[in-house]
């Protein structure tokens, strides 16, 4: 009995083409919105720091912007590399972005840990040891999703998921500094809850797009979103205390 799977080369082309126009259209839609939250929330205290009479940063904070700011540009060059059908030049980028991932990963952790050494935690946070979950679980998350991203590189449909709900990972640290007052009342919440609104995008699209769920979108996403609260959890353990305590005494 044949399969009643019906594929994409079964379907006429030009609902093929259609579909490949609403995919690209997610894609590049949701990388722009991706950099303008994060240019909003980071706006006052970085990009646009000269305006705001921010103080000086670090070195180190210099750093960790550049690479954060060029993760977000491969992510448009690459998602518009494959909407213009260049999928050749969007592969050898892909070593340029394990780079940068890497870079991210390295220096994301080193600045979460002298952040915590001198007590500098957003307003409404909990104590520096505490927080350090937030970010240094940020890390770990977009690490993992990264690393399942090039593993399945080969793999499109899930390569591009898993690529998209890495760079979400990272996405609280910019909600977290939205201008909006509701932020800051309400605190961690809020932006993680802002930033999962774009996970909820995704599988809204997934929805509409394949009449069903992807796994790498369902999987992906609720690792994100579980690890928010997990984070909490295990900051307020005796434990994770010790182990933030020993941890920050090797920075400076």
Known sequence: MKSLTVGKDSLPPKVVIIEKRRERLFYTGMAVAIVIT???????????RPYFGTPPLTPLLHLHGIVFTSWLILLVTQTVLVAANRTGIHRRLGMAGAVIAVLLVLVGCTTA???AKIADVPPGAPSPLVFLTIPL????????????GFYFRRRGDVHKRLMLLATLAILPAATARLPFAFIQQVGLLASFGLADLFIVACLLYDLMARG??????VWGGLLIVVSHPLRLVIGNTQAWLSFATW???WVE
Do not use: K, N
Not at 137 to 148: C, K
Not at 212 to 217: C, N
């Open 212 to 217: 069903r769920l992807h796994r790498a979108t």
């Open 247 to 249: 941890l920050t005494q």
């Open 38 to 48: 994060v240019f909003a929330g980071f706006a006052r205290t970085y990009y646009l």
């Open 113 to 115: 840990l002298v952040r």
């Open 137 to 148: 679980g940020d890390m770990l998350v977009f690490a993992s999703l990264v690393a399942a």
